[in-house]
């Protein structure tokens, strides 16, 4: 066989696999077209929300790892992990015929409207330019700089005496005995060395004392044991994925990674608490239901993306009635850092629509290690089923079903405020009750 044929044949079966894998990864959904993707983030890497000189500084006698950011901020690694993420969703819209590589997408096709904060609004940058890298994509935001945006702030926006008492009593109920928990982490952190325990300032985490502060235009205030507990996990978890050592991470003491995730889980405890109770959800997601509904039912659009908070998330997911659930191969078992939560609008040969609904991530893994992130070497992928709604064996739903449900779940929010008696107006969360003169 000559030269050029052998090179003609080698490069005819390269070619075959190229376009067999593309298949492959098409034929999965069955003959679907995705029509349209509104993904819901959690931004990435942060640093811990209070620094050294907080609880964080007074509960262990040893170091924390040296933050490449300010407090709260998008880190180093977390900008990184973020553009490797927006690299994977053009990989696959590309795969999926959405868009074509180097994509320029006309007007009102794509959306990226974040928080008013350092760490969504820099979340969605690096996002963008993993995923549209020549198209200069501006970033959407509707308050001042580092000033909480309505949609994505999860606060009460009516509060009458009945609806507290109701509410405090169902996300009491759903705090767990954690002595387990806080005994790994007052070992982990030596927290009976630390200056606050022997000051007295600080005492041992308990089951007994949280207590929950109601007040209008906020979020609840969780205060007590679970409360202290959580900002050291955070911090933790946050530090792990930061520290090369994992060892060193733990302040010297060796964890498996069932440790790992008992740590997070005290944290994981006080988010479903806050965001994620029946009466608290449905107030805390309605503008970004609204929002989300909004985006579905436009013809004009193919990509939202709409960059928050893993209360965001939680409180979404419980205002659909989705709660329990664990991801896998994650230190963080509900909403890790940096997940997406995507609503996918399909297409069948008939041109019925459908929809999907998964939570997209990076695993504890590919946190730590940041390796590159591609259609053969993917993400998780938790697909979730939608109470009520039958999927097929993709996790497909009917659009019009979907559309139901989700118009059934924003009118919870009036059906509570009826049930409770209230009749004020309540804020306008939609984009057009906001000033373009805000819009930066």
């Not at 927290?191 to 041992?204: I, V």
């Not at 009635?321 to 191969?329: A, E, K, S």
Request: glycine share 4%; charged share 30%; with cysteine.
């Amino acid at each position: 066989m000559s030269k050029i044929r052998r090179k003609c044949l080698v490069t005819v079966s390269l070619l075959m696999a190229l376009f067999l894998s593309g298949f492959t990864v098409r034929k999965e959904n069955n003959g679907y077209k995705l029509k349209e993707v509104v993904v819901l983030s959690r931004h990435n890497i942060r640093s811990p929300l209070s620094d050294g000189t907080s609880v964080l500084g007074k509960a262990t006698p040893h170091e924390w790892f040296p933050w490449s950011s300010a407090a709260s901020e998008l880190s180093l690694r977390g900008g990184i992990l973020e553009t490797e993420m927006g690299e994977y969703f053009r990989k696959w819209v590309v795969s999926e015929d959405l868009m074509s590589e180097n994509y320029h997408p006309k007007e009102n096709e794509v959306r990226f409207y974040a928080n008013s904060l350092q760490r969504t609004i820099a979340t969605a940058q690096y996002f963008s330019s993993g995923f549209l890298p020549v198209a200069n994509v501006r970033i959407e935001t509707h308050m001042p700089f580092n000033q909480m945006d309505p949609v994505f702030d999860p606060r009460l926006t009516f509060l009458t005496e009945d609806y507290q008492k109701e509410a405090e009593k169902e996300m009491l109920a759903m705090i767990p005995d954690l002595s387990e928990e806080y005994a790994l982490l007052t070992d982990i952190i030596d927290f009976h060395d630390s200056p606050g325990y022997k000051s007295g300032e600080l005492t041992d985490f308990n089951n007994d004392d949280n207590q929950l502060i109601f007040e209008a235009g906020k979020e609840p205030i969780l205060k007590g044991s679970l409360a202290n507990a959580t900002s050291l996990a955070d911090a933790l978890v946050l530090q792990s994925y930061e520290e090369a050592d994992k060892k060193k991470a733990a302040f010297g003491k060796d964890l498996t990674e069932d440790q790992w995730k008992k740590v997070s889980s005290i944290k994981d405890v006080r988010m479903d608490v806050i965001f994620t109770a029946p009466l608290i959800a449905c107030h805390m997601a309605n503008p970004l239901l609204q929002v989300i509904d909004s985006e579905l039912e436009r013809d004009d659009r193919k990509f939202t993306f709409l960059c928050g908070h893993d209360s965001n998330l939680a409180s979404v997911l419980g205002a659909l009635n989705i709660r329990d659930y664990i991801v896998d191969q994650s230190e963080e078992l509900k909403t890790p850092i940096g997940s997406k939560l995507v609503f996918e609008k399909w297409e069948d040969q008939s041109g019925k629509e459908y929809v999907r609904l998964r939570l997209v991530y990076q695993n504890t893994e590919q946190l730590r290690g940041m390796p590159v992130l591609t259609l053969e070497n993917p993400p998780m992928s938790h697909v979730f089923e939608i109470p009520t709604l039958e999927s097929d064996e993709n996790g497909m739903v009917p659009y019009d079903q979907f559309n139901d449900y989700l118009d059934e779940k924003i009118k919870d929010f009036e059906r509570l405020k009826e049930r409770f008696g209230v009749t004020e107006p309540t804020i306008n969360y939609t984009k057009t009750a906001l000033p373009d003169t805000a819009d930066r």
